[in-house]
């Protein structure tokens, strides 16, 4: 039987049709393939998350339930590998140290870590830092130049010789054959520039800075004084070269004596402590001190022997060229009228501290601002003089260099 033409074409047409709906079905099958992957690899994603969460949350469960530890310092480790540790909780115990530790760290003085149970050693604690001691250290150094400091030539000279020259050149001191000094006082009246002087130093030595008020050393609790000089010097130690500046040493190293109450006993000790620290047997190798005091008088012999304190510099009142200097200093940038006469101005503040001529300047220009002016005038510098005198007594004679300058400029 023959097949007609027409109908071999039904044929083929239908067969292709057929073919393209497979291709279509496979087509969508593979969409729904990858779609199934997709969501196949989001919900692995989800379940790796919430594993992570699952151990995160472990973990903190596990810290909440885990009895803490006790500090306890190593008094001395025995042949058999067995510690002596003082607690602190009170008593003294003979403990054992895990294998995991590296006997080496187990030094006398070390601070480790107890079990509570079996009062195991299970960690060595790194050596800790007073928060109060730390901060000491003055990581931002002040702006403060040597070329700020006016008429104190010769002072930043011996500074500079005593505490730079022996931190920077250690070795021209030992081939020569000497010691270099330890430190040195600064004294003088309020005002004169001897923190300007120590803000000067920590600005220009290449060496760390730590900077403590005498009262600071003051504590409380008996040995608390003590402990915190105790790790000031073992912290310049560290940092060596170092310098270690005690602003207003009277405070703890006043002249001692016999009767006191159990505070000024305190005190005692902590200054002990501090002369134990500058003259013991722990050499004081790259750390050199700068201490400074208003009141000289007041203060022990034992620390201003030499040995200590080696060199006592006096921060005295400005002489007329020093006032000079110290106007330019604070002058330099403002605007001055051409009246302005800066030696007449130091002759006329004779007796005035550097704080004072600082005063004085920014006075004078509060004078130019009331005017409404942007230039200072003489006339501003008098009144800010004649302002200044007026709040105190300038060694006896205000009421000459007041009656000068009424003299002068009236």
Not at 180 to 190: A, E, R, S, T, W
């Amino acid at each position: 039987m023959s097949v007609e033409p027409s109908e071999k074409v039904e044929a083929k047409l239908s067969l292709e049709d057929y073919v393209k709906v497979l291709e279509a079905k496979l087509e969508q099958l593979v969409f729904e393939n990858k779609s199934l992957e997709y969501k196949y690899n989001k919900l692995l994603m989800d379940v790796e998350k919430l594993q992570r969460q699952v151990e995160y949350y472990k973990s903190q469960i596990e810290k909440l339930i885990t009895p803490p530890l006790i500090e306890a310092t190593v008094i001395d480790v025995l042949k058999d590998g067995r510690v002596v540790v003082r607690s602190s909780t009170g008593p003294n115990l003979v403990v054992q140290a895990l294998d995991s530790i590296d006997l080496s760290l187990l030094r006398p003085g070390a601070r480790v870590a107890l079990n509570q149970r079996g009062s195991a050693i299970v960690e060595a604690l790194p050596e800790s830092e007073d928060p109060l001691v730390k901060s000491m250290e003055v990581i931002e150094r002040p702006s403060v130049k040597y070329s700020d400091v006016g008429g104190l030539s010769e002072q930043i000279m011996e500074l500079r010789e005593v505490i730079e020259l022996p931190l920077k050149k250690p070795d021209l001191f030992k081939e020569i054959g000497v010691e270099p000094p330890k430190g040195i006082l600064l004294y003088g009246p309020p005002g004169c520039g001897k923190t300007l002087l120590a803000k000067a130093v920590a600005s220009e030595a290449e060496a760390a800075f730590i900077s403590i008020v005498g009262s600071e050393l003051v504590q409380k609790f008996i040995g608390e004084g003590a402990r915190i000089v105790r790790e000031l010097f073992q912290l310049a130690r560290r940092k060596a070269p170092a310098i270690v500046f005690i602003d207003e040493v009277d405070s703890i190293a006043s002249r001692r004596i016999d009767i006191g109450t159990s505070g000024e006993r305190e005190v005692q000790r902590t200054l002990m402590q501090l002369l134990a620290e500058i003259d013991g047997f722990k050499p004081l190798d790259g750390v050199k001190i700068i201490a400074a005091t208003n009141r000289v008088d007041i203060l022990d012999p034992a620390i201003l022997r030499p040995g200590r304190l080696d060199r006592l510099i006096e921060i005295p009142p400005p002489n007329p060229s020093g006032r000079v200097e110290i106007f330019k200093i604070h002058t330099k940038r403002m605007k001055l009228a051409d009246d302005v006469d800066l030696g007449e101005l130091a002759k006329v503040t004779e007796g005035l501290c550097g704080a004072e001529i600082k005063a004085i300047c920014t006075e004078a220009g509060y004078f130019a601002i009331r005017s409404g002016r942007s230039v200072v005038s003489m006339s501003d510098f008098i009144n800010a003089v004649k302002k200044t005198l007026a709040k105190r007594d300038v060694r006896g004679r205000p009421k000459e260099i007041e009656q000068s300058l009424l003299n002068v400029y009236q």
